[in-house]
């Protein structure tokens, strides 16, 4: 007998559980960089209050030797202003959020990760043979402040 009254209370815990799952996307701007002695990356998120998830990541790399970091320095700032032009034109892109990883449409790869207890969001960045590089944002109030 004692089984068959612990069914209701799993049934109830799990119902408790899915309501606690908030699976719509967090609201904000982020912004980031990363850099290695090949690669350049600025990235800019965005998600209002619909939904709409706008996203660019202008990037740069070497595939013939390391850059130095002045070179690096250069190409991180030509990036940034190019982003600060281009962003004004930055389409929508559908993507499905789980509550924790964003994919496209069918996608398994994570296009961007939320880790909503920390409050913190990455941009996964892939490029070729090149293994995917996470790039940690921050959160921004408006761009280029951060």
Not at 8 to 37: I, K, N
Request: hydrophobic share 40%; charged share 25%.
């Amino acid at each position: 007998m004692r089984p068959i009254q612990t069914i209701p209370a799993l049934v109830l815990a799990s119902f408790l559980a899915a309501g606690c799952f908030d699976a719509s996307p967090p609201v904000g701007r982020w912004e980031g960089t990363y850099e290695d002695p090949a690669l350049v990356i600025v990235a800019r998120l965005e998600i209002d209050s619909a939904g709409k998830i706008r996203v660019s990541a202008p990037n740069a790399t070497s595939d013939n030797e390391p850059l130095s970091e002045g070179d690096r320095a250069d190409l991180r700032d030509k990036l940034e202003k190019g982003l600060e032009t281009s962003w004004p034109h930055v389409a929508p892109l559908p993507l499905e959020f789980d509550g924790h990883a964003f994919h496209k449409h069918n996608g398994v790869a994570p296009q961007l990760e939320w880790d909503g207890r920390r409050q913190r969001m990455t941009l996964v960045f892939y490029s070729g043979s090149r293994r995917s590089v996470h790039v940690p944002l921050q959160a921004v109030k408006d761009f280029g402040t951060s």
